[in-house]
């Protein structure tokens, strides 16, 4: 952490004022798009899953009342930590049923930030559910 503060500083006073500007680009987004104080469910069928850095996606369809398909999209943390969680970049293929607990969106959209997802085989990645003591 040292050697990156004063490589920016170095950077800074090099090249001037306008440098200084970008440093906020530079900082870890905010998770203030979803509402991290209540979890909803929602089944569907995959139809992506990206297994890439800083963030994992998951897109699948869920079916409308009406019969039309929505596509909904949920942000994962890294692939090092999905790793943790059971996931792989192997475990969701197009056309997988499957079962997705996640944060909503604070807009109310279709999608959020994921949590867990259950397969139709039983298979479950994610971090354990806490039960309601916890």
Request: hydrophobic share 35%; net charge positive.
């Amino acid at each position: 952490m040292k050697k990156v503060s004063l490589w920016l500083a170095a950077a800074v006073v090099s090249v001037g004022i306008p440098m200084a500007a970008t440093v906020p680009a530079m900082a870890h987004h905010s998770g203030a798009a979803y509402d991290h104080n209540k979890q909803s469910s929602v089944e569907g069928e995959v139809k992506e899953w990206r297994w890439s850095n800083p963030h994992a996606w998951l897109q699948i369809y869920v079916p409308g009342g009406q019969g039309e398909k929505q596509l909904w999209s949920f942000e994962a943390t890294s692939p090092n930590i999905l790793l943790k969680q059971g996931f792989k970049r192997t475990s969701m293929q197009p056309g997988d049923k499957i079962k997705v607990t996640y944060y909503p969106l604070s807009d109310g959209g279709p999608g959020g930030s994921l949590i867990r997802v259950s397969k139709d085989d039983g298979t479950i990645m994610g971090p354990p559910e806490k039960k309601p003591s916890e």
